[in-house]
């Protein structure tokens, strides 16, 4: 059974710092998937990574897969107030109808 | 492109009746639709996978006689919540996959079912 455990599940930070959510899950998959949820809402895609050394960039969010290690990191550069959300990683199955199966989850809160 | 909607957005039922909630693909076909449940402050759980034209497949510890769902169309699939109950009030979010674009899915904007 696949396992996806995200850490930390609660952040805080400042305004203009630096940080990193890290996602480990447990067995072979090709697709990891980042996803952003606010409040009340349904989410919203922010990358997928189909390769070991995968890195995509988008504003102040980067997204990196190592697949050898099982664990993607995403990381928040000079974080501001509206990055401010929950954030998923999610793992494909490796066969079949490429079922996702969804890490703890990290709540971000930027303090200005 | 890639547009699912979900209606309805909210519902409110009270404990023993039944509930339908559509997930539409608007823009494409889908030939794999999901749905997934999600209780406050938790993360999204699969509950069954829906391939257009035959029976879900349900995840292990799910009702599938609580739980309908029928993909009837490439374009639609409907998750009928039967004999509700307080405990299934939550945040039900579809996705829907086209078989041509590959694997990526598309998530709705999700149904809250509050069971009074």
């Known amino acids: 059974e696949l396992k996806v455990e995200q850490n930390p599940l609660f952040l805080s930070m400042q305004e203009g710092k630096n940080y990193t959510i890290y996602c480990n899950y447990s067995?072979?998959?090709?697709?990891l998937y980042w996803y952003r949820q606010d409040p009340g809402k349904s989410l919203e895609s922010l990358f997928v990574?189909?390769?070991?050394?995968a890195v995509k960039q988008e504003g102040r969010l980067m997204a990196s897969l190592d697949t050898k290690a099982r664990l993607s990191t995403l990381h928040i550069t000079a974080a501001v107030h509206d990055l401010s959300a929950t954030y998923f990683c999610?793992?494909?199955?490796?066969?079949?109808?490429?079922?996702?199966?969804f890490g703890t989850g990290t709540r971000l809160t930027i303090i200005p | 492109g890639a547009v699912v909607s979900q209606h309805p957005s909210w519902v409110i039922c009270k404990s023993g009746t039944s509930v339908k909630i559509e997930c539409r693909s608007l823009?494409?076909?889908?030939?794999?639709m999901f749905w997934y449940r999600q209780f406050p402050k938790q993360s999204l759980m699969l509950m069954a996978t829906?391939?257009?034209?035959?029976?879900?497949?349900?995840e292990q510890g799910v009702e599938k006689d609580k739980f309908l769902i029928n993909h009837a169309s490439l374009t639609l699939s409907t998750l009928t919540v039967t004999s509700a109950h307080p405990e299934d009030s939550s945040f039900y979010i579809c996705?829907?996959?086209?078989?041509?674009?590959?694997?990526?899915?598309?998530f709705g904007p999700g149904t809250r079912l509050t069971v009074t």
């Open positions: 996705s829907a996959r086209s078989g041509s674009s590959g694997y990526e899915q598309y």
């Open positions: 067995t072979t998959s090709d697709r």
């Open positions: 990574l189909l390769s070991n050394g």
């Open positions: 999610a793992v494909a199955s490796f066969f079949g109808n490429e079922k996702l199966t």
């Open positions: 823009d494409f076909q889908a030939t794999t």
């Open positions: 829906s391939n257009e034209g035959s029976k879900a497949t349900y």
